[in-house]
């Protein structure tokens, strides 16, 4: 039934392996970009400035309204000619990968949701933990850094995970810009030994395992920051039946 | 050089092209959303079911096509489907031996996956008090489904599914890789016949931007349809001073 031999199959696996490793660093990248833009941007939009929060809504509007692989293609067609008109002359000269693609437009796309989700945590804290710090006359940067940020990451942390997953599913997408990741590799390995099913299903197991090893992490995660926040369990006597 | 990165005259010469390839997204959005809410019931009964034969396909259904990305379902779907002889040579293969059937044949799968646990989780909230009385009034199961549990789950879902809608509009631009001639597709080949980055793209940009927030708009109206008896405190999103015009207006609605 099968048309492999098993040194066939160990060059796919090689070149599969390749693509896993090049979709993990893609994916590390944007959200590593994604989420210091996205605390960046939610942090600087609590202004009281009505132009930044206008700002704010028409960024968070377009890029929570637009397909992701459309962003990705307009920075891979599109990038020289914005990084020309921004830097001029140098700016020019900077080829456009389909990996520096991929990175920006994922991490610009989500650096929105990142946002919205560091704003609405920075909102839910009491109000009281800004009025101690500056009561005890912490600088402001010591105060994000140690104060506050430390508090929002607990309460984002269950939307981060959302998007950290989410986005997972779309780095296939810069495939389609021609970058060799993952599931390029599998579509060639698909098409030259006519077995495209072993092919796409090992490659969707692949994402599966991924998602449900960085769930476990998060889980964990999500009970080390908890750690202040636990009390001794009461024990109601349905739950000791049970 | 141009300040606008947008040629004009592009623009307006190729709406007409960008319009049919929305045309095309939206069919190939609303028969997915369809069959998928319909397979999502039966899959979540499943899924909710103390029978562990039963639970156990659901779950395997829901963890695999949720957790797969939509370009590699599409794959499967279009090139992996094909290798099977019984269904290349049966009734079927109208179905999955067109690049349409094959999107909607995966776009499907995944909404429903994405649907059960939206189901799941609203039927969940409802409180089981509520339950519990109209079985003490001796309401028969069937009625207390349709007429208790799910009006408060679709309220208690209405966000999620909104999401998940978008999101799911969204995640059919991938389409035009097996051949279908969707919005983006319809964008990247003007790129292609006139190398200008922008234009056609960020004109599809504001088609999907105005399509994704005109579902968003319609969604809020529905979440006002659906709380209009307790219109007096429904501003939980609307701030007090606000309230009033919201009754006035109903109709006023910004995304």
Redesign the interface.
């Known amino acids: 039934m099968t048309n492999l031999s098993l040194a066939d199959l160990a060059g796919y696996l090689r070149q599969l392996g390749e693509g896993a490793l090049i979709t993990l660093e893609l994916f590390f990248a944007s959200f590593a970009l994604a989420f210091v833009l996205g605390v960046l941007i939610g942090v600087a939009t609590l202004s009281r400035s009505r132009l930044v929060r206008a700002a704010w809504r028409v960024y968070a509007s377009i890029f929570m309204g637009v397909p992701s692989l459309l962003v990705i293609f307009l920075i891979f067609y599109g990038g020289s000619a914005m990084l020309a008109a921004v830097l001029g002359e140098f700016g020019a000269r900077i080829d456009i990968s389909p990996f520096g693609a991929g990175v920006a437009a994922l991490g610009i796309v989500y650096s929105a949701y990142v946002a919205e989700l560091v704003r609405g945590a920075i909102e839910n804290l009491p109000k009281g933990q800004f009025e101690g710090a500056r009561a005890l006359a912490i600088p402001p940067f010591i105060m994000w850094g140690r104060v506050i940020l430390p508090q929002v990451m607990r309460l984002a942390l269950p939307g981060l995970v959302n998007v950290w997953s989410f986005m997972l599913k779309e780095t296939p997408l810069v495939s389609l810009a021609g970058l060799q990741d993952l599931v390029a590799a599998a579509k060639i390995a698909a098409g030259a030994t006519k077995e495209p099913f072993i092919f796409f299903v090992a490659t969707a197991l692949v994402f599966i395992a991924f998602s449900a090893a960085s769930l476990w992490l998060a889980n964990r995660l999500e009970e080390r920051l908890d750690r202040g926040q636990r009390r001794a369990p009461v024990r109601s006597p349905a739950q000791a039946e049970a | 050089?141009n300040a606008l990165?947008i040629d004009l005259d592009l623009a307006w010469e190729s709406l007409p092209a960008l319009f049919d390839g929305l045309m095309v997204t939206v069919f190939l959005t609303a028969l997915p959303l369809i069959i998928g809410l319909a397979l999502a019931f039966p899959i979540c009964f499943a899924r909710m079911s103390p029978r562990r034969a039963l639970a156990l396909p659901a779950e395997i259904f829901v963890?695999?096509f949720r957790?797969?990305?939509?370009?590699?379902?599409l794959?499967?779907v279009y090139?992996?489907?094909?290798?099977?002889e019984a269904l290349r040579n049966g009734p079927f293969w109208i179905v999955f031996g067109s690049p349409f059937g094959c999107a909607i044949v995966a776009l499907s799968l995944n909404h429903a996956a994405y649907m059960v646990e939206v189901l799941r989780g609203s039927l969940l909230a409802v409180p089981h008090g509520i339950v519990e009385a109209s079985e003490a009034l001796g309401i028969t199961r069937r009625n207390i489904f349709l007429w208790v549990r799910m009006p408060l789950a679709l309220r208690y879902g209405l966000k999620a599914y909104q999401n998940e809608v978008?999101?799911f509009v969204?995640?059919?631009?991938?389409v035009s890789?097996v051949t279908i001639t969707d919005l983006?597709a319809v964008?990247?080949s003007i790129?292609e016949q006139t190398y200008d980055?922008?234009t056609p793209?960020?004109c599809?940009?504001a088609f999907?931007?105005a399509f994704?927030?005109l579902i968003r708009v319609g969604f809020t109206v529905w979440g006002r349809w659906l709380s209009r008896h307790n219109a007096e405190d429904a501003p939980l999103a609307i701030p007090a001073g606000q309230a009033l015009q919201g009754l006035a207006g109903r109709a006023k609605v910004t995304?």
């Open positions: 050089m990165p963890v695999f957790g797969a990305p939509l370009l590699i379902l794959y499967l090139y992996g489907l094909g290798q099977i978008v999101s969204k995640g059919t631009a991938i890789v983006m964008a990247n790129f980055p922008f793209i960020l599809a940009a999907y931007w994704v927030n995304p």
